[in-house]
């Protein structure tokens, strides 16, 4: 099969295309002729290296839709040719075939799901509803504070919020630009990042927010801290703005009622699937249902993913991007 492939961490040039084996589903897997693959930050930072080296041809990838192409050993309910959504805990999407957990795989219910959409859905519903009720405990009337605000995950995050009740969702992004885009998904209002401190303040009446839901981190995680309501929350779920990490004073959290908490999706898939599973499902409902829109603003063909990357590591994306495997 034709796949994507890198064997060296590096920029964006070493995914290359590469002839693989189809692989074969083992006991609970499911093998899904690929549709479209999403293009997730995540994609970015394993080719960068920040989960660690490459062992041989690696196939990056996290979240695809397609069809069923056939089942492993005791899966049951998933017939051959079935459209699917799936998430992928160990990559593989960037390929023509891919196998996936069968209790991460999810049949297409709705037509606001069609296949093109639910390439860009498995993972970035999944987060975004994992870390606002899983890690951010969100509560009817909370106010929600989303960085990355026009991104994949955060314009999914903004919608989602709504839907478990939050009173008000801010979001912050890097330009103007990207606030103009952002507001088409129900935020109350968008401020840049910078300086988002004293927006936050102005826009709450001094309260303070109950939820923040960072992707960014450094600067942005230690101020986000300082706009938490008592009880507030700061739900740490990515690196993108890839700084070294903090270290961060206890003390601060007794003194001022703060709360710091953490989502990963990878290490639930290993840990709590059935958490997980339960969250994919009430997102994915809320994508069919049209509640919640994914707005895919890019396209390229599965040969074009190393062009997708250095848009989405040099931060110009807006929505979500998916790679075309087969139309
Ligand atoms: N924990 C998990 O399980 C999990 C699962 C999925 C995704 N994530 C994380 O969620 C975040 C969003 O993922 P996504 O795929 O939806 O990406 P995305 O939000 O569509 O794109 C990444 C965004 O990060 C922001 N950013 C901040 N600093 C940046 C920098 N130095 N370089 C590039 N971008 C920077 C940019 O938005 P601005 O221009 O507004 O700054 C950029 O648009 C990522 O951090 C990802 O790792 C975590």
Redesign the pocket.
Known sequence: MRAIAFKEIGGPEVLRPVELPTPEPGPGEVLIRVSYA????????HRLGDFGAPEGETVTG?EVSGTVAATGAGVTGLEAGAEVAAYLPDGGGYAQYALAPASFVFPLAGPALDLRTAGAAP??L??AY??LSGAGRIAPGDTVLV??????????AAQLARTLGAAAVYG????PE?ARY?RRFGYDDVFL?DGFAEAVAEATSGRGVDLVLD???GP?RLASLEVLAPFGRVA???????HPDLTLPVLSLWKNNRVLT???????ARRAPETLRRHAVAALAQAASGAVRIDITAEYDLADAAQAHQV??????????VLRVRS
């Open positions: 999403g293009v997730n930050y995540g994609e970015v930072q996290l993972l970035v999944t987060t994992g870390v960085h990355a605000a026009a991104g994949g995950v955060g314009s999914a912050t992004v890097s330009t990207k952002a990042r992707p960014v981190g942005t740490v779920y990515g690196e993108a703005a890839r953490g989502y990963n999706i990878g290490d639930l989405l590591e040099s931060g110009g994306n807006m929505g979500k991007a």
